[in-house]
């Protein structure tokens, strides 16, 4: 208890007077010997102990008085130094005060008389500071709590990282979020501009080829507004030669250049014509007897046409170029046999039914099917409906269909060369993949004339001819119904009578007839009648009189008494 401490502040000393209940050392202030108290006035004007300016000692005062001006003999409390600012304590008046305490409390080791000196603060302890005690309160003795029951540690969070991780995570999801919100924005704009811009090229395709609804081009207007006669076309006649089974099919080619449409034209075998020699035929006599060349202008004579070039395709061929193009889909109307199917109940090669995909055989086997007692125009829709799908398939490319048609290394005949055989071909194929390509049957009257219905609906409109059937006086026309029970009498009948300048019309097929007959209507043709007779080799007795069929002159029934070699 008598230990002293220098604290190097001037002369003051310090002298341990006690411990806390910490454990913490208790100072006071001691003076040193021979020299008097001091007190530190701050400001040199004012009685305070301490000086911390160190501006000079403190001076004597004279004695305070609150209420008087005069001397009173009394000297006011010195405010004691308070190193926290809690407030200023006055020294008691008997010159004593309590114990240091740094926490503004009086030391727990008893009461200790305190000399006049101040009471101070040692720098080199630390201890906490005291909040100053809000207005209203009373001494810190009246205090509720004090600071030292409070203790702040700081201990370390085991959950921090858990936390700083779960932060992260949930940043990062976030972010991704956002991301994934950006990307599928980006994406929809950039749908929507791909959209945008096919809409926006389908829309010039079709004003630039002119289909746009509402729209035309100058040229559309112009072949609208030409009339039939003056329009333009190119016209190529073709002929598919059936290599096994004999026989032809006929139809043109129209590229209508001024409304651009492209149409198929079937001719029906029983068309009438002019052979070489004048005498009135049928279309297939003349494709036998005449040729390309005589066919083709005789096509002409009747129709009121200017046909560029013949395209003889004969089966084989059909055959290749359905297999170039890679097979074609036709809405077949009928079960096609296998012809070379050796049990009888085989499955068909060709079936009936909606886009049916054909090769090159079964192209071929479909397009030269003629069922029993079907007439030929059967047949010859079905070669219509090849011819169309084939253009469909077809390259639009000049030099592409050109390259096709050098592939199939057909013999062209002149004037038509290959070159001009693909240009046409890939134009048609063009018309026929826009939709704007049909097939149409020319309508041929039972004795092969034209009818004013023909007339009006295809060789005007279509071809923009006009139909020039021969004279009903060039030839007698002969309607042969066959009743034999022998398919092949009709077309040994067909060239007999046609041989002998006659006009023969097919009358189909009846039940079988023991006996033929030749049957005329009116009497003038009684002479023509028993020629009929002669001709066929039947005798005389065969002709009678009666009711004739459609617009024949004479009608021949071929009964089983009918013997082909005798005529």
């Known amino acids: 208890m008598n230990d002293r401490y220098d604290a190097g502040y001037g002369d003051d000393q310090y002298e341990l007077v006690g411990y806390d209940e910490y454990g913490r050392p208790v100072y006071r202030q001691v003076a040193p010997p021979q020299q008097p108290q001091q007190q530190y006035d701050p400001y040199a004007q004012q009685g305070y102990g301490y000086d911390p300016y160190a501006t000079g000692r403190q001076q004597p005062v004279p004695p305070y008085d609150p209420y008087a001006g005069g001397d009173t003999g009394q000297q006011p409390p010195t405010p004691s130094y308070d190193p926290y600012g809690t407030g200023t304590h006055q020294q008691p008046a008997g010159g004593h005060s309590p114990p240091y305490d740094p926490y503004g409390r009086t030391a727990t080791s008893g009461h200790q008389p305190r000399v006049a000196e101040q009471t101070a603060y040692i720098p080199q302890q630390a201890g906490p500071v005291e909040e100053p005690l809000p207005q209203g309160r009373g001494d810190q003795g009246d205090r509720d709590y004090r600071t030292e029951q409070f203790a702040f540690v700081e201990e370390p969070d085991q959950d921090s990282e858990d936390v700083i991780d779960w932060l992260k995570f949930t940043e990062n999801r976030t972010e991704r979020r956002e991301e994934a919100k950006r990307r599928a924005r980006a994406r929809v704009v950039a749908l929507v501009v791909v959209l945008a811009l096919v809409a926006a090229g389908g829309v010039g395709y079709l004003w630039y080829a002119g289909k746009l609804p509402g729209l035309s081009t100058s040229d559309d207007k112009t072949g609208t507004d030409t009339p039939v006669a003056a329009q333009k076309r190119d016209v190529i006649v073709v002929h598919l030669h059936n290599t096994k089974k004999g026989g032809t099919s006929t139809a043109l080619l129209v590229d209508n250049t001024t409304t651009n449409q492209g149409t198929t034209v079937l001719l029906p075998n029983s068309l009438a014509v002019s052979g070489d020699d004048g005498a009135t035929t049928t279309l297939a006599k003349s494709v036998d007897d005449d040729g390309s060349s005589g066919t083709r202008d005789a096509i002409d004579t009747v129709l009121g046409t200017e046909i560029q070039g013949t395209w003889r395709l004969d089966t084989p061929y059909l055959q290749n170029l359905v297999d170039l193009v890679g097979n074609i889909e036709v809405d077949t109307n009928a079960d096609v046999p296998d012809p070379d199917a050796k049990t009888k109940g085989a499955a068909p090669l060709v079936r009936k039914g909606k886009a049916q995909t054909l090769s090159g055989k079964t192209a071929v086997a479909y397009a030269t099917y003629q069922a029993s007692g079907e007439a030929q125009n059967a047949q010859l829709e079905r070669f219509g409906q090849v011819m169309q799908a084939v253009l469909r398939k077809m390259t639009s490319d000049t030099q592409g269909a050109t390259v096709t048609v050098q592939t199939l290394g057909m013999i062209i005949e002149p004037p038509l060369t290959d070159k001009d055989l693909g240009a046409f071909l890939a134009k048609l194929a063009e018309l026929a993949k826009g939709g704007d390509y049909k097939t149409a049957m020319l309508p041929v009257q039972a004795d092969g004339t034209l009818s004013a219905q023909a007339s009006g609906s295809v060789v005007k409109n279509v071809l923009g001819g006009t139909a020039k059937s021969p004279d009903k006086d060039a030839a007698v026309r002969v309607s042969v119904q066959n009743a034999s029970g022998t398919k092949d009498n009709t077309e040994k009948a067909r060239v007999v009578l046609l041989n002998g300048g006659f006009t023969f019309l097919e009358g189909g097929t009846a039940s079988a007839a023991a006996t033929s007959k030749v049957v005329y209507a009116d009497a003038a043709d009684k002479a023509?009648?028993?020629?009929?007779?002669?001709?066929?080799?039947?005798?005389?007795?065969a002709v009678t009189k009666g009711q004739v069929?459609?617009?024949?002159?004479?009608?021949?029934?071929?009964?089983?008494?009918?013997?082909p070699s005798s005529s």
């Open 528 to 541: 023509n009648a028993t020629e009929v007779a002669k001709t066929l080799g039947l005798s005389a007795d």
């Open 549 to 563: 069929s459609g617009n024949a002159d004479v009608s021949v029934v071929l009964g089983q008494d009918y013997a």
